[in-house]
């Protein structure tokens, strides 16, 4: 079984804890008096993240874990509030003194460590890096994050859900049309309505053009990060054309706010631009696949072996360079419209680089596919209290949001960030690279902080 | 090889063919100009993420694709604040990136300058206060509304800003 996600709600009378798992979900009593429960850590690694944040949020202690450190609770966050129990509605927190956070390190003789982060050089999301050194190479990785939290799930509760939705148009904004048509569907099952085929159309499209200028962006970033500038210049500049066409056909170059109950979708704009995209990608692969010294780089470089990335339940590009058949959009919808899963083999940088490319290919050809000019009614009903789910293949991964409507309010949401289980399991990859090669590989994973951190 | 140089040609240079916005050339010249001005030909700039959505991240990223390379104007982005003069700040500064940002503001040399991008930098945007959120409170001198502002936006922004030292 693959664990989607691990999290809590405060049910006024005890705590509840949700296993999400891709066949099954388990519920879990939580006495209030004496919040703890058995980890699933040794299991499921990917459940250390989700365990921690519960422990920050609700104060609930998990036996037999092994990590017990803060996550989202950082140095000065007072470790004695917990947040996302209902009887916390502080707007305004205190600092609290200073508390060393102990990183994994391994130390030893000429052993040393090269903290990055959390701001970095570039212009990059915030997250820390903590590396264990033998000379050049790689001995260990820890990887930090929420340095981003804003508490979103916090900000979500007691609210209108069709109010909220400008809030998840910006949780993360190179997913931004993944998020909303993820609470859009949660909308539609909550409001008793099923969504026509023709709107499912135009989101679905919106939906790959957001997935193409993700890619595309990835296809300039990262033999740029070998040293290969050319190919940035050309990638940066196709995904400014796509952003532009993004513009044109939605009004806004991320989409944000655009996934509505009625939509239109310009053909003539976008056809032309993916016959041209198609031929510029055509001749790109032809180009950068005659350039060894680029592919000595990607080659071996960052490799997820597939029993890891299983044992971590990766998901998205990620999972897919590894060869593991992992993608929402495999279902008979998507494959009317000729999707095809793209698959590497030995989850290197070089896979990961291939899967784009050749995802890229595929999107193209979806679209054209999808384009309709047929407009179908869709309103909501009323929202009917309840519980909630949806999953949607976001340009990084499989997103999955969950929300529970109570009187017509949002009573507690969710979201598991496709990037918060594939950073947990980033740190695996790097065990046989030098330090040089970790932005290449970070390139190739091209991770969200924001919807990580939420 | 000969591929490459043949579609290279082809391309041409797109930064300057700006047929579709003469607008923006205009403003390029005019940046170029201040920054010869007042900044000695060389403006530099430490971007610093307090909490975005990473959307203003992106087009920041977006000015230096060959259609703006902001770079020829004398701007860049630098990797340490100590070789910069203006902190470029996104984001409703978080608790936990409030000192850390504020680190960054103090290691620039004086003068500095800090411009906020993007709407939550300024009143937190389409966001709402909770426990997490601090708010900027670092002395601000030059606002570039949007969410996000586009690239196009970024440089108009950056000339108003340049713009001020005229008075």
Same mark, same amino acid.
């Given at each position: ?235 940066? &500049?196709?995904? !400014?054309? @796509?952003? *532009?066409?993004?513009?044109? %056909? ?8 655009? /996934? ?84 590497? &083999?030995?989850? !290197?940088? @070089?896979? *990961?680089?291939?899967?784009? %490319? ?8 979806? /679209? ?87 | ?167």
């Amino acid at each position: 079984m693959r664990l989607i996600a691990r999290f809590a709600k405060d049910k006024k009378d005890f705590f509840e804890v949700i296993d999400v798992f891709d066949k099954e979900i388990k519920r879990y009593k939580v006495d209030k008096n004496n919040p703890v429960l058995e980890t699933i850590t040794t299991k499921y690694p990917s459940a250390i993240w989700m365990e921690r944040i519960i422990k920050d949020e609700f104060g609930i202690e998990f036996t037999g874990s092994f990590d017990n450190r803060p996550a989202i609770k950082h140095e000065r966050f007072p470790k004695d509030i917990f947040p996302l129990r209902k009887d916390f509605n502080d707007k305004e927190i205190n600092f609290a003194p200073f508390e060393e956070y102990h990183y994994e390190e391994i130390s030893g003789d000429g052993v040393f460590v090269v903290p990055v982060g959390p701001v970095h050089a570039g212009i990059i999301e915030p997250g820390h890096f903590q590396f264990s050194q033998a000379g050049e190479e790689i001995l260990h990785l820890e990887v930090r994050h929420f340095y981003k939290h804003r508490g979103i799930e916090k900000m979500a509760e007691g609210k209108n859900p069709l109010e909220f939705r400008k809030i998840v148009s910006r949780i993360s904004g190179n997913e931004s049309v993944a998020y909303q048509i993820a609470f859009f569907e949660i909308l539609a099952k909550a409001g008793g309505g099923v969504i026509p085929e023709s709107l499912k159309r135009k989101q679905a499209i919106l939906l790959e053009m957001e997935r193409i200028i993700h890619h595309l962006t990835d296809l300039g970033f990262i033999p740029n990060d070998a040293g290969f500038g050319a190919a940035l210049s050309f990638m940066s &500049k196709l995904s !400014e054309d @796509a952003r *532009r066409i993004m513009a044109k %056909i939605t009004g806004h170059r991320f989409g944000f706010d655009v /996934i509505k109950e009625n939509m239109q979708i310009n053909r003539k704009i976008l056809n032309p631009f993916l016959d041209n995209l198609k031929k510029e990608l055509e001749f790109f692969e032809d180009w950068i696949i005659d350039i060894p010294s680029l592919w000595d780089r990607f080659d071996t470089t960052g490799a997820l072996s597939k029993q890891k990335a299983i044992k971590y339940g990766v998901v998205g590009v990620g999972a897919r360079a590894s060869g593991i058949k992992m993608d929402v959009r495999d279902n008979i919808f998507y494959e009317k419209y000729g999707f095809k899963i793209q698959l590497g &083999k030995k989850g !290197e940088v @070089a896979d *990961r680089f291939k899967v784009r %490319i050749k995802e890229v290919f595929n999107s193209i050809e979806m /679209i054209q596919n999808m384009i309709t000019e047929k407009n179908e009614e869709f309103e909501f009903g009323e929202f009917e209290d309840g519980e909630y789910m949806s999953f949607v293949e976001s340009s990084i991964g499989e997103l999955f949001m969950y929300m529970e409507i109570k009187d017509s309010l949002i009573e507690r949401f969710y979201v598991r960030d496709p990037s918060f289980i594939n950073w947990q399991a980033f740190h695996t990859t790097i065990y046989k690279d030098i330090i040089a090669d970790f932005p290449l590989i970070n390139k190739s994973f091209d991770l969200s902080y924001a919807g990580n951190d939420l | 090889m000969l591929r490459f140089w043949q579609k290279r040609i082809k391309t041409g240079i797109v930064t300057e063919n700006l047929e579709f916005d003469k607008e923006l050339q205009n403003i390029q010249k005019e940046i170029k100009d201040k920054v010869k001005k007042y900044f000695a030909g060389s403006l530099a700039i430490r971007m610093v993420d307090s909490g975005s959505c990473n959307a203003c991240e992106a087009e920041c990223n977006a000015l230096s694709n060959p259609y703006y390379d902001l770079e020829r104007l004398g701007i860049h982005f630098v990797a340490s604040p100590r070789h910069a003069d203006v902190m470029l700040l996104s984001g409703v500064m978080t608790l936990n990136m409030y000192h850390h940002a504020k680190d960054v503001y103090n290691q620039i040399p004086s003068p500095k300058w800090l411009i906020t991008l993007g709407d939550c930098a300024k009143d937190l945007g389409v966001f709402e206060k909770t426990y997490a959120i601090k708010g900027v409170d670092l002395p601000v001198d030059f606002h570039i509304p949007g969410c996000p502002p586009s690239p196009k936006e970024i440089i108009k922004g950056l000339l108003e800003f340049l713009r001020g030292f005229e008075k």
